[in-house]
């Protein structure tokens, strides 16, 4: 069982930068799970904006977040980022990291095993 653990959010003005961290522990092999950054705002599903394979060289973003957002690990601190610049309201939103076992596209919730319990970032225009 992997556990997981996001700091990093708070408020922050349009225009500014958040690095959110995941604290990942237990589980057999915690390097060689994928990861993902989900975020959920008000009133809408939750929706993957960013991952990362687990050697690191693939990543996907949304288009949403594609030039702002980096997502980027260091397995030796079984540690995930995600580095927010030129953030914006609709960015407003609580944001979970999730792990996978599975190799597949990583592109939906039903990819992710686990999740941390999310973290807000509120974004003021």
């Known amino acids: 069982q992997v556990q997981l653990v996001e700091s990093g959010g708070g408020l922050v003005q349009a225009g500014g930068s958040l690095r959110l961290s995941c604290s990942a522990s237990?589980?057999?092999?915690?390097?060689?799970?994928?990861m993902g950054w989900f975020h959920q705002a008000p009133g809408k599903e939750r929706e993957l904006i960013a991952s990362?394979?687990?050697?690191?060289?693939?990543?996907y973003y949304a288009d949403s977040v594609k030039g702002r957002f980096t997502i980027s690990r260091d397995n030796g601190k079984n540690t995930l980022y995600l580095q927010m610049n030129s953030l914006k309201s609709e960015d407003t939103a609580v944001y979970y990291c999730?792990?996978?076992?599975?190799?597949?596209?990583?592109?939906?919730?039903?990819?992710?095993?686990?999740w941390g319990q999310g973290t807000q970032v509120t974004v003021s225009s």
């Open positions: 999730a792990a996978s076992s599975r190799s597949g596209s990583l592109r939906s919730e039903v990819d992710y095993d686990y």
């Open positions: 237990g589980g057999t092999s915690r390097s060689y799970y994928n």
């Open positions: 990362i394979r687990w050697i690191a060289v693939t990543t």
